[in-house]
């Protein structure tokens, strides 16, 4: 369990906190998604759950998080990585080697995973992210959306209990996206691993997410189970995150007092509530 | 020079000769430049570095670096050429410079040691990966892992800090400014403004790639971490006693 409690941070040589008093509890088995427009603090807040805050960068630090009861003040990165697994935002400097096989092997050489278990490791995840045919290129031969693929069959291949992600599908086509995130859905429901992402796609994550996390301004402004969280259309507008169409109808429909018993959240659910209001 | 030391994937004999080896014929090679001041001697060297690049496949960027290296040499030539004097004077110029027959020897020398010691450590990169570098210097050296890291990093980062200041050249020519001048204090002044956004972006991407290392493991890695074995085989004996050989030509050579 990921237990932030009152946590304030302010990057060293910045004027405004980059996250003001979060309180989040992510249990495990979440599948959790955070969203906010640009400069809300997304990547700040997977700093703090990583331990790059604060053993990385330094400022002012108040509050607590506690993975598993373990404050990350007391462990460095590299130990909280035994749990957490994390791809981070910016694809390109994440890359340790110059050819794919070798970035693979990097987190596992350093976990010291026996030998013998290794080459499974790394072919089975370089063939969950359909990316077996790279293995011997060059990081710098490849695309984008490749690359963001090899970041994080690198992580996959830790078998993290945590999987931490910042925006992951960037760089990625529409499909390819949707893959990403049948991906995680998979990981989730049959490891059991903990997913936190961060996405600016919100029909990705009204799709595949359980909870959701909003930020707006170094805070979380709104918090709860995806469908709960997307009640509140209009002040998701008006801090600058468009929902999907069927949300922003069906919440309509319900201020304007039409019985349609609940917020739709995708198209399935959306064609279930015509259905009935036609047939109804 | 645009990407002179990325890596170029290949399955030549020198590809697969332990990095360690290839380390030391690229050093051994440096160390025959400099001991010898024979030009004959100097261009074999040369010759044979343009061999190596040709067996290991990369034969133009070989030719390439040559002729990157070939016009840097030119402005050390000229300078060399009017700061050496002795022996007969060959040439008298206004100002009081001269130019000697020992000026001319010694600045010929000079430029192809130049050559001839830069090429070994390109073509070393160009056919070496960096993790299995930094392996070697770990489990063969005894380096610790800390200081093979943050080195072979900052090796893997010239290339990229050249593609990107090529592209920041290019951008700043698209926008119409004059960056061909030939006038050299123009191009400094040219060019300086758009160092300081690089400095920021690389150190910026540098800071990435320690993050990402820290939490991939980094500080839990140990000497029996790496996966691949580096074994020293035949051929790498072979090559060892070869760089070894050049070494001692260059002593018999030039008769230090
Ligand atoms: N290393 C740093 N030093 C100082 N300030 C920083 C640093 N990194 C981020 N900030 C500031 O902290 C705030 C939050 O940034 P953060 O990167 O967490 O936002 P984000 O929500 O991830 O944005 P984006 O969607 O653009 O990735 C911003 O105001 C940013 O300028
Ligand atoms: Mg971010």
Known sequence: MIKIENLTFKYRNSKKNALENIDLIIEDGDFVGIIGKGGAGKSTLTYAINGIIPHHYQGDYYGSVKIDGDDTFDKNPSELSLKIGSVLQDIDSQMVSSVVEDEILYGLENFAIPKDEVEQRLSSSLKELGISSLRYRTIESLSGGQKQKVAIAAILALRPKVLLLDEPTSELDPKSSVQIFQLLRELNKKHGITIIVVEQKIMLLSEFAEKLAVMSEGKIVLNGKVRDVMKHSSELESIGINCPRVVTLSNRLIDRGVDIGKVCINLDEAEVMARGLIHG | MKGFLDYVPGNSFLHKLNPLTKLVLALMICVACFISENHILLVAIILLNLAIAKAAGILSRGLMLLKGLTKISLVIFLLQLLFIRGGDVLITLPLNLLITERGVAMAFVIVLRLIGATMPLALMLSITQMNDLSNVLVTKLKIPYKYAFTLTTAMRFIPIFANEMSGIIEAQASRGVELDTR???????????????????????????????????????????????????????GVMFFSAFLVFSAIIISGV
Do not use: W
């Not at chain 2, 920021?200 to 890695?221: D, N, P």
């Open chain 2, 183 to 237: 006038n050299i204090f123009k191009k400094i002044k040219f060019v300086l403004p758009l160092c300081v956004p690089l400095l920021i972006t690389s150190v910026k991407k540098i800071e990435g790639s320690a993050i990402s290392a820290e939490i991939r493991g980094f500080h839990l890695r140990t000497r029996e971490s790496c996966y691949k074995g580096y074994p020293i085989r035949k051929s790498d004996v």
